[in-house]
Structures are given as C-alpha cells and as structure tokens.
C-alpha cells in the first residue's frame, strides 16, 4: 500500500507514462500496419502520446467506482470521442497540423472522429480500467517508496527534458 501523498503523486506519474507508452505503441502499430511501413506517432523523441497518459488518469478518476462492463464501455466511448475532437481542434490550433484524419472511415466527422475509433477507444476504456489501472497499482505497490519516487522523478527529468527539446 503506498503510504503518503508524494508515493500516490509518484505512482501517478509512473502510471501516466505507463499509459502513455500504450498508447503510442497502439498508435505507432495501428498506423504502421496502415500505412505499409513504420509510423512513430509520438511528437515527443521518447516513445509515448502523452494525451493518452492525461486521458487515461481522467478516466481513472471518474470511473473508480464503477464496476459495470457496458456501463464503462458506453461511458468510456463518449468521453474518449469528445476528448479526441477537443485534442484534434487544440493540436490543430497549436501545431498547425492535421495529427490524424478519419476522412476515410465511415461515419466520421470532419475526419476528427469516427464511429470505428470511437468503439475502439471504449473497448480501450474497458481493459484500462478491469485490467492495466489494477495491473500498474499492484507493480507500484511493490516497489519501494524510495525507489518509486526515484523512477517518477527520473521520469518527469526525462519528459521535460523531451518537450523543452521538441519546443526550443
């Protein structure tokens, strides 16, 4: 059991990354096999989506309590979809790119979202919640204090690091 408020914070950021890695591997396999050849869909160096990690803590939060597959499932997909179109419009303003397009998929909008990723992403909501949020307290809850707060340092270290070197 983590013991105080600085082993909770720093199992957060540990998990954050963890998710984070996720779902730039989702991303970067999704659209390698798309696309025919290898696709890193990170805007960082590291390997992560950081609006994964962001998102997936969220959805930690507000369905800690819930325990209802299709209630996780349908909820998960709302949320995710209008997350996604509120990431797509924000990116946009500030990168001035396009980062994904759904023009192709049924049932989308303005190639933001689709109906396909949408139902993804709820599925995504599901074995996040049922399995990797309880997988990744369980590892954090074995690790040390000391060390767990050395990996979230370390790791926040290296994130910075890795946006001020993408911004500068």
Known sequence: ML????????????????????????????????????????????PICPIYGFCALILIFI??????????FILGTLLTTAAELAASYILEFFTDKRLWDYDNWHFNFQGRIALGSSLIFGVLCVILIRFLHPFAVKICEKISGKVLKIIAFSLLVL????????IL
């Open 63 to 72: 369905f800690q309590k819930l325990k209802s597959v299709p209630a996780i």
């Open 3 to 46: 013991k105080n408020n600085i082993e909770k914070i720093s199992a957060l950021v540990i998990e954050f990354v963890f998710y984070s890695f996720i779902g730039w591997l989702y991303e970067t396999i999704l659209t390698t096999a798309v696309w025919g050849h290898f696709a890193d869909r990170g805007m960082l160096h590291l």
């Open 159 to 166: 994130i910075i690091g890795d946006l001020l070197w993408v």
